[in-house]
DNA sequence: ACAATAAATGAAAATAATTTTCATTCGGGA
DNA sequence: TCCCGAATGAAAATTATTTTCATTTATTGT
């Protein structure tokens, strides 16, 4: 979606100088303006009311009210933007710095990841005979999650989170299969080999892994990538790990609602298994 | 941060008739606003004009049109507010509803997260001699995240997703010790058994779990609350297992930040140790 | 029950803000 | 140099917001 703001700056060199002068005070003063009357901010970046409402037409508005209104909300969402964690941080501190990273990853996935992709991936799951979740260390528990999933959906998933297991249901996959490997760097070597392995055997693959073009993906027939800075707060990558997760829970709502009969009975058949393990 | 229309459902109450009119329309059609003057919201709305404004300054607001910029800029935290997810969405219209959802958990949590037990919670892993994290089902993936987090620090984690291990290791704990329980209901049974049998042997016990008071809470000497309307789209909670990584995450990082030298150097070994896993 | 008082409310007046109109300026080309 | 058109801002016109105040409605004390 096009922001105010990025017009403004995509459309200040076709502006005459007034306008000019009025663009750069917003762009260095987009606070200010929510208090600015519009006769105020003509005083104080230099033109006529007139250009204020020129201005805001020119950009496709209605008038400076609406101007106004759109540049504050934009605001709040820039402002929130993860503020450096600290020490002596407390730790809920920390926890509202972690929001707000974690929007900035998941909406930066969100550009990222391709709908066609995502879609083949979620139909290749739905339609496969089996499913494994290949993912050490960090990506772990993400394996488990995914598999956990898709088991309540009654698919015959797997997680597997160790490199000798990878290798050995690697090589049992076949047609029909298939293979995701989670790996944020994606150069996390046993879990590319055995992504490999599995594609040699003629499973299908998916990778999920941190934008760019890591090893994992050259092993990979789908490659889903999360967007995340991980360099900010520590060697851990917390807020890729969220946006797998996510990616995950999309796959998984996909095959629940395009599922057929079977599945939803699988569903229910899970949910009635698990009631009296509940108070 | 007090949102204005959090001020506005809380003072719902203490409002006149016609004011409560108003603000019955403000709270449901939240969206409108931005388009309207004072007097098309006060018609309606069925107030007077002088009346909106009472309104606003009431919230603390200079008048009408500060009432109109905050709400906007509320909004688009709220505009994005999940769509309800349906049959026939894309899997990427899925993932950007599921953002939305994610969003809103996180902040609701951020708002039922009480600082003082975050912070204990967290001392008291810190100053631990063991931790164990004890999750079943959905909730086994978070205890494993968790483990291998504390266990990265250097920390004796594990996590137990098998209840009669739980018990088993329960039974041994002691002074010293602390018990971290993750079950999103509440309810779970054997989590809730395990925990309380950590209690009974001295250890510090902990639970996450959704805002409310299920069983586990009495179970735990800490309890920490995520906050998500899991009632949406599905039977499994999605939303809540996020703000529960995100809990983890920031109690990582509160120890990482707080933690003496030893500490850092296990997060080095840590790291070097996993380097020769990679390309 | 019934004033007396206080709180709530909206119509209209007063004020303030925005938009439109239009005369002026400025730069470039004939 | 003169003309044209784009750009601009002062002021008029319009529209929106705020204040005032009379009326209504509720509450308290007798």
Redesign the interface.
Known sequence: METILHKIRFSFDSLGPAEQRLASYLLSHTDDI?GLSISELSRRSGCGDATVVRFARRLGLEGYGEL??RL??????TSELSAE????????D???K??AD??ES??NT?SV?N?DD??R??EAILRSDRVVVFG???S???A??AA??FL?LGLAAQSCCDNHMQAIVASHLGRGSVAIGISH?G????V?EALRLCKICGATTICITNYGH??IVDASDIALFTKSDETK????A?SS??AQ???F??????I???ADKSARQA?QNT?FA?QN???
């Open positions: 929510i106004k209104i504050a909300s934009e605001m709040r969402a964690i600290q020490r002596g941080d407390s730790c809920l920390i926890f509202r972690r929001i974690i929007q998941l909406h969100e990841l709908a995502l879609t991936a979620a050490l260390g960090n772990a528990a993400i488990h999650d956990h999933k309540r760097s150069t996390s070597r046993d590319v890591p090893p707060h520590s060697i851990l917390m790990r969220i997760l996510a990616i829970d999309s796959i998984y709502t996909y629940v609602l395009n569903m949910e698990l393990k509940k108070y």
